[in-house]
């Protein structure tokens, strides 16, 4: 305990400060990731990361043409939401990241060369960057996995809207799907949590948001959390 800090009466602002902690979400597109991403970090007082779609030039082109645009699409990706994470880091706040950047390489980079949209060539030249970037990121504390039906997926996908996402191929979502499953039973960079998103309602049910919080603030015993 701190010099000339009393053991009762209020609290003192040393107290609530706590540890820097990440958490991130990972999920198939349209899992719901961003929407939990946001109510988590209002409720544990974490900074949110959002995915940098709209600041990937090549995106509407990719969904149309996956070959020709490949490489840059998730090279772009793979950089932004590397710099992303190193800036949230060096200001020291706890951060909640939808979408890790090891998902960008081991999940649809990966998935992309598997489906012939890579070739050999893109997919030594992305391994080569992505494996030198990568290395240096530190995993996050937490790695909560948001698992969510093709399906069910495919309506959310259709709910929000975006023109460029109404041609993704269901195969395409599968695939992701099937990845997904085995990158996060693999996983041993950190601690990780199993949330099967359609057993849960995270907008509309508090009672499904404080269960998952509680067991996100287990995972984390050595951190005084900030909840607001």
Not at 98 to 111: K, L, M, P, S, V
Request: aromatic letters at 10%; glycine letters at 6%.
């Amino acid at each position: 305990m701190p010099p000339n800090c009393p053991t009762s009466g209020p609290e003192r602002p040393w107290y609530r400060r706590a540890m820097p902690s990440v958490v991130a979400i990972a999920g198939n597109i349209g899992s719901g990731k961003t929407t939990l991403a946001t109510r988590l970090a209002e409720r544990l007082g974490f900074t949110p990361l959002f995915e940098p779609n709209d600041e990937n030039p090549y995106l509407a082109d990719f969904y149309g043409d996956m070959g020709r645009w490949a490489l840059p699409t998730q090279l772009r990706f793979l950089v932004s939401r590397i710099a992303q994470t190193e800036e949230a880091l060096a200001s020291g706040a706890s951060i909640l990241c939808d979408r890790t950047c090891w998902e960008d390489a081991d999940i649809f980079a990966a998935n992309l060369h598997a489906r012939g949209a890579l070739d050999a060539r893109d997919w030594a030249t992305y391994r080569m960057v992505g494996e030198r970037l990568l290395a240096a990121l530190p995993p996050p504390d937490l790695l909560v996995y948001l698992r969510r039906g093709v399906a069910s997926c495919r309506a959310q996908i259709a709910r929000r809207g975006r023109d460029y996402e109404s041609e993704i191929p269901s195969d395409y979502l599968l695939d992701l799907e099937r990845r997904y499953d085995g990158w996060f039973d693999a996983w041993q960079r950190s601690r990780k949590l199993l949330v099967h998103a359609e057993d849960h309602d995270f907008l509309a049910d508090r009672g499904d948001l404080e269960a998952l919080v509680k067991r996100i603030a287990e995972e984390l015993p050595q951190r005084q959390l900030p909840f607001r």
